[in-house]
Nanobody, 126 residues
């Protein structure tokens, strides 16, 4: 059974940084992708970034401010969020599915994610 366990959310001032972690277990092969989404109150789910063995992908809303990385020895995927803005507060979710192909502009959507983490609240406030 695949499990995703998130950590690292919290409160940060505008312009500050946070790092989210998503520890992955249960995949029996290396052909999978891990990604991040967020959902703010009253808004729909927004795709942010994903990573696989073949690629990294960022949506325009976070490109240049957020960095995704992975440590296969743990295995954990990180989302480093810098220069956080008032529009960034949300519950952030990591998600996963089999197939590195998921991590690309034409395919990366939460509608076909297979597994989800529990969510981490990120608050940006002075």
């Amino acid at each position: 059974q695949v499990q995703l366990v998130e950590s690292g959310g919290g409160l940060v001032q505008p312009g500050g940084s946070l790092r989210l972690s998503c520890t992955v277990s249960g995949f029996t092969s290396g052909d999978y992708a891990i990604g991040w989404f967020r959902q703010a109150p009253g808004k729909g789910r927004e795709a942010l970034s994903c990573i696989s063995d073949e690629s990294k992908y960022y949506t325009d809303s976070v490109k240049g401010r957020f960095t995704i990385s992975r440590d296969n020895s743990k295995p954990t995927v990180y989302l480093q969020m810098d220069n956080l803005k008032p529009e960034d507060p949300a519950v952030y979710y990591c998600a996963a599915r089999h197939g590195g192909w998921w991590c690309g502009r034409d395919y990366y959507t939460g509608a076909i994610a297979e597994f989800w983490g529990q969510g981490s609240q990120v608050t940006v406030s002075s």
